[in-house]
């Protein structure tokens, strides 16, 4: 497959994908049992609404018209830039998203940093040293890692280190103090699937005749590392690695709570309580652009990386 | 051995804890581990140690229900899809890529949140976000399958599709499903312990571990066990199964390309 048609093969795919995705994330507030206007007002209000109150609510957020209306309204208004308006402040969704954005994006960068920090060099000593305690004791390491819910390592660093030690304080955003310790909650998460993924992909390609061939001719064995070994074993990881910045939403919802940090994940969370149902699916949305997008470049940088699969090679 | 001894104590383990879970005062209230009270007691004055045991109930039987749910409909989807080929294969597989579009945990928690807090949510919540990665596992197996002899001499007796989906799809998806549902199972306990913690899942005054964190988190500075003991206690629960998945793997099917999931 050229460029060209693979280009368009994935477009179309994602826009499908994307497509279904948006008519989910719309239609998920309707699986809400009874009348979500009554819901919502009463929960607004925090008494029952009266009968004209809930006709007016629904004459006005457009709850009376029929539901494919509805998601057309909605497609439109996106199309615009326009996601709705918070039920709670004449906000509207656009600005809460822009608004918490950033405190996301600064924990996934900073948590991506933390995980291959820890994750390249344990993958790659963990490799070279196949078998030995070294190897075991990374591998362990790796094993806790995955298994430890990031809920309870937040609040057990939070203990170590905020309360008894006094280094970083134990919530909020904004400043580099502030981000250290849930960085390191959901880095540390990462960071486990990674190495484990790095020293596979590093013992598979050591095994390959090119490396043979090259510590034959006499190559030093630190450059048949890093400039041959490393560089293909760096393939795979590179797409884990990219479907994790999606998955990072997962994590930084929880992360959040536990630190407090005013995210999407936070905002997610309490507009799901408070039923903010425009809020929820623009959130919602907005994590299935970001995964379908992050998808679609891991497969392209795959497509530069690796010639396989410019030779045809199908795409599943 | 981790995922016996859990068993063990989610079967048993109630029967033989000397208080009842959700009972208040048995003693003092925040009190640290003592010979009377092992793991301590809480706020309200309840035994950590039969909280946390009768919470294995709680995580495992919830584990193996998804699981058990995410394994069965993905595997339905995953042989139709993979052997009826055609329209099907393609509309089915769209259906695929659109669930693993979301993030699990993102999508779970907002169908939990929509249908109304509660445990029963979460697990219905937790079994239609999951099953996409078995539908595409199954379905690679079938299509490999499919080109084997014995499915062609099968066909050629005519055999009914149904039977040799059944007799003969079946089991060689068998393995492949066994391991990733074990590596799942774990994924599984954090997920609900996850959203039960948020407050979506189990409501106090519910044993559950995520709950009982979450009840925990206001005193971390006087009561470090009240976070501690169910962390860990999921924490090893996840860290049996993912070591049972990954001998499993090594037993079964070597060759799998396990990718752990989050949720």
């Known amino acids: 497959m050229n460029l060209g048609n693979y280009l368009l093969y994935r477009l179309s795919t994602a826009l499908t994908v994307l497509f279904g995705a948006s008519a989910l994330s719309f239609g998920l507030v309707f699986l809400t049992p009874g009348d979500p206007a009554e819901t919502i007002l009463d929960q607004r209000e925090d008494t029952h609404p009266t009968p004209e109150a809930v006709e007016a609510f629904r004459e006005a957020e457009g709850l009376n018209d029929p539901i494919p209306i509805q998601y057309v309204d909605w497609v439109v208004g996106i199309s615009n830039g326009d996601l709705g308006e918070s039920y709670y402040s004449s906000q509207s969704v656009t600005t809460l998203l822009v608004e918490h954005a950033p405190t996301t994006i600064e924990l996934a960068l900073a948590s991506m940093v933390v995980a291959l920090c820890i994750a390249v060099p344990a993958g790659i000593v963990s490799a070279v040293h196949r078998g030995d305690r070294i190897d075991i004791g990374s591998q362990l390491a790796a094993l806790i890692g995955v298994s430890m819910p990031n809920f309870w390592l937040g609040y057990l660093l939070i203990i170590v280190f905020s309360l008894y030690l006094g280094l970083f304080p134990v919530s909020g955003s904004g400043s580099l103090s502030q981000l250290v310790l849930p960085a390191v909650t959901l880095g540390s998460g990462m960071a486990a699937i990674i190495t484990r993924l790095v020293r596979t992909a590093m013992l598979d390609e050591l095994e390959s005749e090119y490396v043979t061939a090259a510590r034959a001719k006499g190559l030093r064995e630190r450059l048949v590392l890093y400039k041959h070994v490393l560089r293909n074993a760096l393939i795979p990881v590179i797409t884990i690695v990219g479907l994790q910045f999606g998955f990072v939403l997962n994590g930084a919802l929880v992360v959040e709570v536990v630190f407090q940090r005013p995210g999407l994940g936070m905002l997610l969370v309490d507009s799901i309580f408070a039923r903010n149902y425009p809020v929820v699916q623009g959130i919602v949305l907005l994590t299935a652009v970001i995964f379908v997008v992050t998808n679609l470049l891991v497969d392209l940088s795959y497509y530069r990386l690796d010639p396989r699969i410019r030779l045809g090679g199908t795409n599943s | ?263």
């Open chain 2, 1 to 263: 051995m981790i995922v016996a001894t859990l068993s063990v104590t989610a079967t048993l383990g109630p029967v033989v804890v000397p208080y009842d879970p959700t009972a208040t005062n048995v003693g003092p209230q925040i009190q640290s581990p003592t010979l009377a009270h092992p793991l301590g007691t809480d706020q309200l004055g309840r035994d950590v140690l039969s909280r946390v045991v009768h919470g294995a109930r709680y995580s495992l039987g919830i584990a193996l229900l998804v699981t058990g749910i995410r394994v069965v409909l993905g595997t339905i989807v995953g042989l139709a899809a993979g052997y009826a080929g055609g329209w099907i294969d393609e509309a089915l597989m769209r259906l695929v890529d659109i669930q693993l579009a979301f993030p699990g945990l993102v999508l779970a928690l907002v169908v939990a949140g929509i249908l109304g807090p509660s445990l029963r949510n979460v697990m219905i919540a937790l079994a239609v976000v999951g099953w996409a990665t078995y539908a595409r596992i199954v379905r690679g197996t079938v299509l490999s399958a499919k080109e084997r002899e014995y499915v062609a001499a099968g066909r050629l007796f005519g055999a009914p599709r149904w039977r040799i989906a059944r007799r003969h799809l079946l089991p060689s998806v068998m393995n492949p499903v066994m391991v990733i549902g074990t590596l799942n199972i774990g994924t599984v306990v954090l997920a609900t312990a996850g959203l039960s913690f948020i407050g979506l899942g189990a409501q106090p005054p519910t044993p559950e571990w995520g709950t009982m964190l979450a009840g925990g988190r206001h005193y971390l500075r006087t009561a470090w066990w009240l976070v501690n003991v169910p962390g860990i206690a999921i924490a090893l629960t996840v860290l049996g199964f993912n070591l049972l998945g990954d001998g499993l793997r090594d037993a079964l099917d070597p060759h799998l390309q396990t990718r752990v999931e989050e949720v």
